[in-house]
């Protein structure tokens, strides 16, 4: 007898879960709808829907008058039932751009607050920061605390799971063992920790070229950084100890560089970009602005640009030869600047460099794409947390 109620029990969760995660989707729908979709008899729908909607789940948000009989309400999952909040963090370097971009979404995706702000983490610790941007977005948003179930966090260096630690970062404190326990003890909900060019090719997959694509690499161009993002069929490929694409430490052999070990940093991050520029009279305040400068419709820079296109290639050459992906994606502020004139450049640099076949494309995402897929990642954080809270109930 026990079993069987426990049966019964797991029965009911399962449903529960199948019809929330349907509403979550596409949402809008009626009792029909979802009995179509999820195969289950009317009244096994009305009683999920009954409990979905006493736990503040769900909600009725119409009526469809359309069609004879009774209007037939139309539900939808309950936006102000969880919050999912993203913070990027960056290592500003020569981009003189904010340190730290964050926004806060509710369960359908809609975003209730979003800023920008710079930190000073030499005179902050990073979790008092954390905390206080959260605050901040709490405050902007009026959403109670305990609605907010997950914290994204995007950060300019590899995260390594199995210790909870950030590897490879410049930002002053974020490497420190035992941070990410500390910052999720202090913000009082789960935490998720991912490299920045990761959170940058989530956001590719869902809203940008990547979409329909079995697999791709991103190669992110930042203003100080580069990195590599390996989507497999929309599964990021990470390593063993989070450093899958830290692109920017490959080194570069030269005989003419015994004296200094070179890597594709020195190639094409955002320094050696100012010094290309300059090189080439090029002025600007930061490598997209010389970018962008180049690539103008106006006038464009043809002798920098496939210079700089050039030395794109050698790190695509090195992506194409181990991977061989069907696309790559250039992200990134650099790519966004130069746009189709830096693609046309670098898809013909490519084509001298190597006799390699992947498809090359620009990203279509032109706002911050870091923030985006943490917005994205955290909200699928909260949505699969809520379906195994009511299969596990």
Same mark, same amino acid.
Not at 1 to 29: F, I, Q, V, Y
Not at 358 to 375: C, R
């Given at each position: 007898?026990?079993?069987?109620?426990?049966?019964?029990?797991?029965?009911?969760?399962?449903?529960?879960?199948?019809? !929330?995660?349907?509403?979550?989707?596409?949402?809008?729908?009626?009792?029909? +709808?979802? $009995?179509?979709?999820?195969?289950?008899? =009317? *009244?096994?729908?009305? #009683?999920?829907? @009954? @409990?979905?909607?006493?736990?503040?789940?769900?909600?009725?948000?119409?009526?469809?008058?359309? $069609?004879?009989?009774?209007?037939? #309400?139309?539900?939808?999952?309950? *936006?102000?039932?969880?919050?999912?909040?993203?913070?990027?963090?960056?290592?500003?370097?020569?981009?003189?751009?904010?340190?730290?971009?964050? /926004?806060?979404?509710?369960?359908?995706?809609?975003? $209730?607050?979003?800023?920008?702000?710079?930190?000073?983490?030499?005179? =902050?610790?990073?979790?008092?920061?954390?905390?206080?941007?959260?605050?901040?977005? @709490?405050?902007?948003?009026?959403?109670?605390?305990?609605?907010?179930?997950?914290?994204?966090?995007?950060?300019?260096? %590899?995260? +390594?799971?199995?210790?909870?630690?950030?590897?490879?970062?410049?930002?002053?404190?974020?490497?420190?063992?035992?941070?990410?326990?500390?910052?999720?003890?202090?913000?009082?909900?789960?935490?998720?920790?991912?490299?920045?060019?990761?959170?940058?090719?989530?956001?590719?997959?869902?809203?940008?070229?990547?979409? +329909?694509? +079995?697999?791709? /690499?991103?190669?992110?161009?930042?203003?100080?950084?580069?990195?590599?993002?390996?989507?497999?069929?929309? %599964?990021?490929?990470?390593?063993?100890?989070?450093?899958?694409?830290?692109?920017?430490?490959?080194?570069?052999?030269?005989?003419?560089?015994?004296? $200094?070990?070179?890597?594709?940093?020195?190639?094409?991050?955002?320094?050696?970009?100012?010094?290309?520029?300059?090189?080439?009279?090029?002025?600007?305040?930061?490598?997209?602005?010389?970018? @962008?400068?180049?690539?103008?419709?106006?006038?464009?820079?043809? #002798?920098?640009? =496939?210079?700089?296109?050039?030395?794109?290639?050698?790190?695509?050459?090195?992506?194409?030869?181990?991977?061989? *992906?069907?696309?790559?994606?250039?992200?990134?502020?650099?790519?966004?600047?130069?746009?189709?004139?830096?693609?046309?450049?670098?898809?013909?640099?490519?084509?001298?460099?190597?006799? !390699?076949?992947?498809?090359?494309?620009?990203?279509?995402?032109?706002?911050?794409?870091? !923030?985006?897929?943490?917005?994205?990642?955290?909200?699928?954080?909260?949505?699969?947390?809520?379906?195994?809270?009511?299969?596990?109930?």
């Amino acid at each position: 007898m026990t079993r069987l109620a426990g049966s019964s029990k797991l029965l009911r969760a399962m449903n529960e879960s199948a019809a !929330l995660a349907h509403l979550l989707d596409p949402g809008m729908l009626t009792r029909s +709808d979802l $009995r179509k979709l999820t195969a289950l008899s =009317t *009244p096994t729908i009305s #009683e999920v829907l @009954r @409990r979905l909607t006493d736990a503040g789940l769900v909600n009725v948000v119409g009526h469809n008058s359309g $069609r004879p009989g009774p209007n037939a #309400e139309i539900y939808a999952a309950n *936006p102000d039932a969880a919050y999912a909040a993203a913070v990027s963090v960056r290592d500003i370097g020569t981009s003189g751009t904010p340190s730290v971009t964050a /926004a806060l979404c509710d369960l359908t995706g809609s975003v $209730r607050a979003r800023f920008e702000s710079r930190v000073d983490f030499l005179a =902050t610790q990073p979790a008092d920061a954390l905390v206080d941007v959260v605050a901040r977005l @709490r405050d902007e948003a009026g959403v109670p605390a305990d609605r907010i179930r997950h914290v994204q966090l995007g950060v300019p260096g %590899s995260y +390594d799971a199995r210790t909870e630690t950030i590897r490879h970062v410049d930002v002053p404190g974020f490497g420190r063992t035992g941070l990410v326990p500390e910052i999720a003890a202090a913000l009082g909900t789960h935490i998720g920790v991912d490299n920045d060019v990761n959170l940058a090719a989530v956001a590719e997959r869902r809203r940008g070229t990547g979409r +329909d694509a +079995d697999g791709f /690499a991103l190669l992110w161009i930042g203003q100080d950084g580069l990195g590599l993002a390996i989507d497999i069929a929309g %599964s990021l490929i990470r390593g063993a100890r989070g450093g899958a694409g830290e692109i920017g430490y490959m080194p570069l052999y030269s005989p003419e560089s015994s004296q $200094r070990k070179l890597d594709l940093q020195d190639l094409f991050g955002g320094a050696a970009i100012l010094e290309l520029a300059a090189d080439n009279g090029i002025t600007g305040d930061t490598p997209a602005d010389v970018v @962008r400068a180049a690539a103008s419709a106006a006038a464009p820079s043809s #002798e920098f640009l =496939t210079a700089l296109a050039d030395r794109i290639a050698v790190g695509l050459a090195a992506v194409t030869a181990v991977l061989d *992906p069907y696309l790559v994606v250039l992200a990134g502020p650099i790519a966004q600047a130069g746009g189709d004139t830096l693609l046309t450049a670098v898809t013909a640099a490519a084509r001298r460099t190597a006799p !390699l076949e992947s498809s090359i494309a620009v990203t279509t995402i032109d706002d911050d794409a870091v !923030l985006l897929g943490a917005l994205d990642a955290g909200l699928t954080a909260v949505r699969e947390a809520l379906i195994t809270a009511i299969r596990d109930s």
